[in-house]
Nanobody, 126 residues
Framework: QVQLVEHGGGLVQAGGSLRLSCVAS????????MGWFRQAPGKEREFVAAIRWTGGSTYYADSVKGRFTISRDNAKNTVYLEMNSLKPEDTAVYYCADQIRGYVGSYYYGSKYNYWGQGTQVTVSS
């Protein structure tokens, strides 16, 4: 069974930066496509970013494109989310999740992912 643990959340002022990490164990991380989702209070969970198992392709929600960067280090079983120019509307609990044999259309849907981390809180103050 795959276990995912997120790190790096916190409180930051608008315009600031944070780097989230998600460490995987219990599986073959290098074979998993990985995604980041977020959920704000009173809102549905939404897709943020995804990266294929090769690291060669990345996908972003329009709301974070140009500000967030997803990357991975398969040697460390870790996926990262570098968040810059943060806005108060980025405030949410951020989750990482894994998917096997994903395809372009599948990365945007939480139902296509298998295992999820417990989440890490990101709060952006104005």
């Amino acid at each position: 069974q795959v276990q995912l643990v997120e790190h790096g959340g916190g409180l930051v002022q608008a315009g600031g930066s944070l780097r989230l990490s998600c460490v995987a164990s219990g599986g073959t991380f290098s074979r998993y496509d990985m995604g980041w989702f977020r959920q704000a209070p009173g809102k549905e969970r939404e897709f943020v970013a995804a990266i294929r198992w090769t690291g060669g392709s990345t996908y972003y929600a329009d709301s974070v494109k140009g500000r967030f960067t997803i990357s991975r280090d398969n040697a460390k079983n870790t996926v990262y989310l570098e968040m810059n120019s943060l806005k108060p509307e980025d405030t949410a609990v951020y989750y990482c999740a894994d998917q096997i044999r994903g395809y372009v259309g599948s990365y945007y849907y939480g139902s296509k992912y298998n295992y999820w981390g417990q989440g890490t809180q990101v709060t952006v103050s104005s």
